[in-house]
């Protein structure tokens, strides 16, 4: 195992702060801590000192900066040491990523400033047409009219008439009811769900899902504290075609990176052709 033998060197904290006050020409170059021949100068710990720091936490901090350098330094030495020179030959790496965050950020730019984030039903309907069968469902999903209330809450035998109507007044009731009493509920029957999603809210126990969605319409269900009134509008068993009202956030974001990829390829060949017109390229024979 390999050893090594370290100096640390601090100076007094006396010459380090005085009430904060680290601006001082003079003392730019002044060496506050050293392992082995690499040092810390007072010019960068201030940089990390606020001003407006009493001196006793001033000193806390310049404290915990100079430890850190130090362990920092000392496993850089280490490693320095411990590698091989192609091993440390960071110099093209650091160049490409630094040309790639460049480019990166540039790119990020001009898509705040310029992509189009609108997105119109038409165009989501067409894609969907033309692509569903990159639709399939993973999951079952649902419509699902649902409410959730307390065992003591009133007009329960109302509310096992209600969840079950298609009549508009006997909905509006149910909604208002909903506000005022449910623990829990669902009404936007034109929105499609998780099946899992639901049985995560009410206490149903079944080992065969598809069996249970085919079969079942209305489901009421309780524990000891609640009543579940459940009207299950609507279904689709995994592995068939999603409908597209369940897609549409997804082929939102699909149209939008498409629009992405689009604008950055647009602005890559429209650099590159001014610099063919403007002369700007040349590759050398004879390589």
């Known amino acids: 195992m390999l050893s090594i033998r370290t100096t640390i060197y601090l100076l007094s904290f006396s010459l380090i702060i005085q009430g904060c006050n680290f601006v001082s020409p003079k003392d730019e ?22 001003p407006g720091l009493s001196q006793e936490d001033s000193v806390a901090k310049a404290n915990s900066y100079i430890n850190n350098w130090i362990r920092q330094t000392l496993i850089y030495s280490h490693a320095e040491k411990n590698l091989s020179e192609d091993q440390k030959m960071f110099e093209q790496k650091l160049e490409d990523y630094k040309r790639s965050l460049i480019i990166y950020t540039f790119e990020r730019e001009l898509i705040d400033q310029i992509l189009d984030t609108i997105v119109t039903r038409e165009q989501i309907e067409f894609y969907y047409d033309q692509n569903k069968q ?34 508009e007044i006997d909905l509006i009731a149910l909604e208002n009811y909903a506000y005022q009493f449910a623990q829990n509920f669902f009404l936007d029957e034109n929105n499609w769900l998780l099946f899992e999603d639901l049985l995560k809210e009410i206490p149903i126990l079944t080992y065969n899902k598809e069996e249970f969605l085919k079969n079942n319409r209305f489901v009421e269900v309780e524990d000891s504290v609640s009543y579940y009134f459940v009207n299950i509008r609507g279904f689709k068993i995994k592995n068939s075609i999603s409908p597209m009202n369940f897609e549409m956030d997804n082929i939102r974001n699909i149209l939008i990176n498409k629009r992405k990829i689009e604008l950055i390829n647009k602005m890559k060949n429209d650099i590159y052709e001014k610099a063919l017109q403007a002369n700007d390229i040349e590759i050398f024979e004879g390589l």
């Open 134 to 167: 990159n639709f399939e469902l993973k999951d079952n999903i649902i419509k699902v009219r649902y409410i959730k209330v307390d065992k003591s809450a009133p007009d329960l035998e109302k509310v096992k008439v209600w969840y079950k109507s298609n009549k």
């Open 29 to 50: 170059q002044v060496p506050v801590a050293r392992v082995h021949d690499r040092f810390l100068y007072k010019t960068e710990l201030e940089s990390v000192i606020s």
